[in-house]
DNA sequence: TGTATTTGACCACG
DNA sequence: CGTGGTCAAATACA
């Protein structure tokens, strides 16, 4: 597991990956709004499962999973994103757990952006993508903002123990930081 | 019509 | 008992 931690600028568009109000039945259907920003996106696809309020925390956590988690073979990597309130710019707390064994996105990715950087889970390009796999449905990143993603080390466990890596990336349009730590999270 | 997302509820763990 | 994480039904958009 590692975190990445990306910080927008005021001047860039918010990075939230999306804001979709959803009226229910019987309510006027006067306030949907969609927006779709994949400034946090690492290449892969991510489908969210759940929203949960944090104790202590005035935003919600977000939890995804894998879009490929089902149906390329049980994927499972899931990602956690909740953004920190203790930051002007705000500051996004992306956590990765276990590894993805799709490679799905992140050769999508490659292929449609030139300059993103791409979280390297360590699977990239070792594993071919799955030629009979024609939908492209999941893959259209190419519309998709770039992501201003540092590239980091992957977690050494395949599993869903907590790896503990921690990367702190701040991002903006002229410049990209990115550290990174290990956390012992044995 | 199909797929993705939202949201409340349920379950597990500390 | 409280909090966090996941599931499943409902809803909205393409």
Known sequence: MYTVHVE???TSQPPLCFFRTRTTSGET???TRV???????D??????YGQKDIRGSNHPRHYFRCAYTLDAGGC???RQVQRSEEHD???????????????????????????VKILDFGCVGSRSPRPDDGDARKTSLSEELPAEV???ESTPLPDMRPAGKVAELSSSTDEIHCSSSWESAA
């Open 8 to 10: 927008q600028r005021p």
């Open 29 to 31: 259907a006067a306030a």
């Open 35 to 41: 927006e779709r920003k994949q400034n946090w996106d």
């Open 43 to 48: 290449g892969f696809v991510w489908t969210k």
């Open 76 to 78: 499972p990597a899931r």
């Open 89 to 115: 710019p705000p500051l996004y707390v992306l956590t990765y757990f276990a590894d993805h064994t799709c490679c799905h996105g992140a050769e999508a990715a490659f292929a449609a952006l030139d300059d």
């Open 150 to 152: 540092a590239k980091v």
